[in-house]
């Protein structure tokens, strides 16, 4: 019988810095709060630009989100049954023992 280990769940800030590190680092939480002062001296058409970007960044961040929680609930799922029947599996062998010890005194009497 195999040990089943449940599906890693990140935490919101270890999931949210997973997904959009691989869209769009400038918007990772450890890179969030320096935005201000690495672009304090940016013309308004290259702002307008960064914030599209974002936007865009943002967009995808939800997609990827969503295909995450996909992912999750399938394997949530597979763990659940692989749970069961791993439980299920362990009661019948209990069962089985106590016919077996049950069988062996009724033969000793």
């Known amino acids: 019988m195999s040990t089943i280990t449940p599906p890693y ?6 999931l949210y810095d997973f997904l959009m590190g691989s869209i769009e680092p400038e918007l990772t939480l450890a890179s969030i709060p ?15 630009a960064r914030m599209e970007r974002y936007k865009k960044a943002y967009a995808m961040y939800e997609q990827a989100l969503a295909v995450y929680k996909k992912d ?4 949530t799922s597979t763990y659940r049954k ?4 791993s439980s299920e599996e362990r009661t019948e062998e209990q069962e089985e023992d106590k016919l077996t010890d049950l069988e062996a005194s009724i033969q000793s009497a």
Do not use: W
Not at 34 to 48: H, I
Not at 72 to 75: A, K, M
């Open 72 to 75: 999750l609930e399938q394997r």
């Open 34 to 48: 320096g935005l201000k002062e690495k672009y304090a001296a940016e013309a308004k058409p290259e702002k307008q």
């Open 82 to 85: 692989e749970a069961f029947d």
């Open 9 to 14: 769940v990140p935490t919101p800030e270890e």
